[in-house]
């Protein structure tokens, strides 16, 4: 069964970067589409970016367009989410979860990782 684990959070001031990676045990990512969620403190989880299977498409919320960006390194198994330009509302638990259909941003998501904490603060 596909395992997830993330890696990459951590304590930023706001305009900076970090990258968060998506790694797979036991099965082939690529084969595989890969969301990313996130859940601040008191709110709802909300869908940040997904990359469907062999890269055909990518989605960004509104609030991370231009920001984030979602790939995928095959030899590595890893999808990575680059985050530029941070900002304090990007504060949350972020996740990666993986299904086997499509299109990424309308399936339910099967396989999920631990979590990893951003926080954007001066």
């Known amino acids: 069964q596909l395992r997830l684990v993330e890696s990459g959070g951590g304590l930023v001031q706001p305009g900076q970067s970090l990258r968060l990676s998506c790694a797979a045990i036991?099965?082939?990512?690529?084969?595989?589409?890969v969301g990313w969620f996130r859940q601040a403190p008191g709110k709802e989880r909300e869908g940040v970016s997904c990359i469907s299977r062999s890269d055909i498409t990518t989605y960004y919320a509104d609030s991370v367009q231009g920001r984030f960006t979602t790939a995928r390194d095959n030899v590595k198994n890893t999808v990575y989410l680059q985050m530029n330009n941070l900002k304090p509302e990007d504060t949350a638990v972020y996740y990666c979860?993986?299904?086997?259909?499509?299109?990424?941003?309308?399936?339910?998501?099967?396989?999920w990782g631990q979590g990893t904490q951003v926080a954007v603060s001066l």
């Open positions: 979860a993986a299904a086997p259909g499509g299109p990424c941003n309308l399936i339910e998501y099967d396989y």
């Open positions: 036991r099965d082939t990512l690529d084969d595989y589409a």
